[in-house]
């Protein structure tokens, strides 16, 4: 399995094309790695947390081919909901053992959750 790299910024998460998340202010590409332009796809436990990552940003009903897929609306939904879908996205990834901590919670409108779980890699945290 591939998944694209996904950097943190301090304007937030970017996925990397061609070697580069963005540009430097005289105009040069930031690079992920200076010695390999080709380096866009994460491995190991980068690779899971990248690619949970990306499922757990699509919005129910945005996805033309998949429309029922995707993390429901806090104003439609009810927590349990929500915390549902991202327990059994995370438990259906690939790699994935198990979940050992889950904590969410729900303040005006914007959902945090906060996930350890186990990978065949090793342990990862994940905060949304």
């Known amino acids: 399995m591939k998944t694209r790299r996904i950097v943190d910024t301090p304007d ?8 580069s998340y963005g540009t430097n202010p005289d105009g040069t590409s930031k ?6 332009k080709h380096d866009n796809f994460s491995e190991g436990n980068q690779m899971i947390h990248d690619n949970l990552v990306q499922k757990l940003s699509i919005l129910k009903h945005e996805l033309w081919y998949n429309y029922a897929y995707g993390m429901p609306l806090i104003d439609k939904a009810a927590k349990v909901m929500i915390d549902a879908f991202v327990m059994q996205t995370i438990q ?3 790699g994935v053992l198990e979940i050992k901590t889950f904590e969410s919670s729900v303040n005006k409108h914007n959902y945090t959750c906060n996930v350890k779980f186990a990978t065949t890699f090793g342990d990862i945290l994940l905060s949304l």
């Not at 937030?12 to 070697?19: L, T, Y």
């Open 12 to 19: 937030g998460k970017k996925v990397v094309w061609f070697g």
């Open 31 to 36: 690079l992920v790695n200076a010695n390999d």
């Open 92 to 94: 259906n990834e690939t």
